[in-house]
Structure formats: C-alpha cells, structure tokens
C-alpha cells in the first residue's frame, strides 16, 4: 500500500510516497515558485532524479508535475497514481477542534478555514494543498489531515491559558496551541518505547531552524514552548521567543513602527540571526562564533541557556524526567550543544557518553548505561507520522 504525503506551502510543494509494506521512502520532491513560474526537482530512491521548469500558475499544476514525475519521467517509480492509496497532508492549525488527524470533508476544510485566522501564512497555504489535490485526483481516493497542533491538545487550561483578560480567550480563542506536534508526537512516542516503563517523564528537543520543547508524560503532552504561534518558546534561527511584551511596544513607540512591522522583525529578523547579525543557520553562527566573533558567541550562548530553562522547567512540572530527546537539524547534529545543555542538567543525575555523543545521523542513546536520565537521538520523521496516521485512519 502506498501513502501519498504532501506538505503544502504557499509557493511551494513538497512530498513523498511512502509504500507502507516496509516503510520504505519510494521517492521525494519539490515543486517551488508555484504562482510564479514553476520548477521541479524530483529524485527516487535509487538515486534518479527529475529536474523540470513547468509553469505552475497553481498548486494544481504542481500536481499535474508531480504526477509526470511519479509516473513518466526517467525517475518514475510507480506506473499509474492509481496506485496510491492516500493521501496526507501536513496540516499546521487544527485549534481546539481537532485532537487527532482526520479524513478530510468539506466540514475538515470549514474548520480549517476558520482557524486561518491564527495562522494566516500556513493554513490558507494547506487549504490550497488539499483543494488542488482533490481537483486534481479526484474526491475517490481518501486524503488525511494531520494537524501540528493535535497533539498539544492534552495540555490543561493552567498550561495553555495567558494571564490576559478572559475575554480574548472567549472573544479570539487566544491560549497556547503548540505546533511541531507531529515530530514531538513521533520521537517521543519512540522514547516511550525505549524507556519501556509506564508512566515515563520524557522531554522532546526538537531543535531546528524552528525550535520547540514538549514536556510528555505517559505519552501526553503536559506542555510545550510554543504557543499562540511558532514565535514563542526559545529564541529560533529567526524568531526572538519568549521575551517580555512591553519591549515590543517600546520599540514600536521610538520607532514608529506598524504590528506587521513589529511582527515582520520578531519573526524574520530575530533569534539566532538577529543577535549574531551573521545568519539564521547555526552552522554559520558556530563558525564565526568559532572564529572570534561576540555576537555570534552570545547567539550560541543564549540559544543554550534558553533551552536548559525551558527543560528545567519542565522538569519541575512534570516532578522529574526518564529521558530527554534531541532531534531536528541542530539536536540531530550539534554534539556541542547537546554536550552543553546536558551539562547544566548533571543535577538529576544525567551522565552524558561523550563517545556515543559524537556520532550522528542514526538513533542513539548517548546517556550512560548509569545516567539516572536517559538521553537520545533520534532523527525525526514526520512524513512517516503522517503516513502512518493516514494509514491507521483509512483502515478504521
Ligand atoms: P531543520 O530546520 O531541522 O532542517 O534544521 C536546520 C538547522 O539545523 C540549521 O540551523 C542548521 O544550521 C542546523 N544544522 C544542520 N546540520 C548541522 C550540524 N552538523 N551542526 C550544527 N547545526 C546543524
């Protein structure tokens, strides 16, 4: 059986199909400049590629591209796209309305529809997604949602309310939603497993050019960094994170600046970028910080020591902690950080295995066997999550 996952953005198109038998990735793409001329870079698991300009005035035509590739082009894997079972798409909010993934109706879309809203740059963009897929594939075969926000949606009010006046919360449903659900869902339900024991305190890392920890017992979210939107938590490649309000409207006031101002420069502007002036990739700021450089030094420095509060934190909310999970780009591959942050946490007893802590790119506990915390990495997977999901939903 082959799963069809797509990840929807505004100009851009990304998927892979997934056969279910073994799990195996059959091929990947993207489709980019959608709205504006259109380019394709397609590529099997054999290692044939498919690179194509086509015009994509919409996300349809991606498709239609898509399908040539997937089906005619050198690096064809499948004869005909009736040999996709599903569909998932990665969807971001899903609010309160949806604790789990689901199969997409008319009513899935009106909902999604409403809770554009609070999130105007990724919900019209998967909407897009899944409309141009069902025009283009037809209503028969069966498409799924998978919402970065479900599995946040454990939380309790005391974790996600703002201490704002109720109001807004009754008014705009303005509280902590949590996003990158799917890939602390994926890594932490394999921590669970590794950590074979009921009742387990894990802490999901997910550190990328976007950044969130998740606080997750017994296999529920109890908390997580961020919040109304990706801005908050930690300071990310660009976004500022959690930082008090007030500095905002004092900017805003000596600058004269408009809120799409003030939130172009707290989402684009900030973070790792903003304090080392250098880049928003980590890679860059590591080397110019390693090369003498202070404010690439403080970007570093902060971006760790955010992150121990955040897990400190969490320990504390959730009494203790069995494992703490690294994954994303940065926790997948930066042994520097993790050596840094787990560090700080010697406290509960975490004895880091500085060997095992070197390698990278494959799942692996890096923790002592006598660690009385159990540190991982494992590389996450979102695409497999919502392939699975897709699968577990149609099977229902
Ligand atoms: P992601 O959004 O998960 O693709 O992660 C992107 C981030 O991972 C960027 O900040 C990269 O600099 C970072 N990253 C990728 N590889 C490494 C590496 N080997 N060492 C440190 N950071 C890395």
């Not at 005619?72 to 499948?78: E, F, G, Q, R």
């Not at 897009?128 to 454990?154: M, N, R, W, Y």
């Amino acid at each position: 059986m082959k799963i069809f996952v797509v990840n929807a953005g505004s100009s851009s198109l990304k998927y892979q199909l997934i056969d279910m038998e073994n799990e195996q990735v059959l091929c990947k793409g993207l489709c980019e400049r959608i709205g504006v001329s259109g380019v394709i870079s397609h590529k099997a698991a054999d290692g044939r590629t498919y690179n194509a300009e086509t015009a994509m005035p919409t996300h349809s035509e991606a498709f239609e591209a898509v399908v040539y590739a997937l089906t005619k082009s050198d690096a064809k894997v499948i004869d005909s796209f009736d040999e996709v079972t599903a569909i998932g798409h990665r969807a971001v909010q899903g609010g309160s309305d949806f604790t789990d993934s689901c199969l997409i109706t008319d009513e899935v879309i009106g909902k999604m529809v409403e809770w554009s809203d609070l999130a105007p740059l990724h919900n019209p963009a998967n909407i897009l997604g899944i409309e141009a897929c069902i025009k283009t594939f037809g209503k028969e075969i069966p498409q799924v949602a998978v919402f970065d926000t479900s599995f946040h949606q454990t939380m309790e009010p005391k974790a996600y309310m703002y201490a704002l006046p109720y109001e807004y919360y009754e008014k705009y449903k303005i509280r902590k939603y949590g996003f990158h659900g799917t890939s602390h869902r994926f890594v932490g339900t394999r921590a669970t497993e590794l950590v074979g024991k009921k009742d387990s305190k894990i802490i999901t890392c997910h550190l990328g050019n976007g950044c969130s920890i998740t606080a997750i017992k017994d296999g529920k979210c109890v908390d997580t960094t961020m919040g109304l939107t990706p801005l908050d938590g930690f300071m990310m490649g660009t976004r500022t994170g959690t930082l008090d309000p007030s500095a905002v409207t004092f900017i805003g006031e000596k600058e004269n600046l408009s809120l799409k101002d003030l939130d172009r420069i707290m989402n684009k502007e900030s973070g790792v970028l903003g304090i080392s002036g250098v880049s928003n990739d980590n890679r860059d700021v590591q080397a110019a910080a390693d090369a003498g450089n202070e404010r690439a030094q403080l970007a570093i420095e902060m971006q760790r020591y955010q992150i121990i509060k955040f897990i400190g934190s969490y320990i504390a909310a959730m009494n203790g902690v069995d494992a703490i999970v690294f994954t994303g780009g940065i926790g997948e591959n930066d042994g520097a950080l993790r050596k840094a942050v787990c560090e700080s946490l010697t406290f509960t007893g975490l004895k880091l295995d500085d060997a095992k802590n070197g390698i990278r790119g494959e799942e692996i506990k890096i923790s002592t066997d006598d660690s009385a915390v159990e540190v991982y990495i494992i590389p996450t997977n979102e695409e497999l999550a919502i392939a699975r999901d897709t699968l577990a939903i149609i099977s229902k």
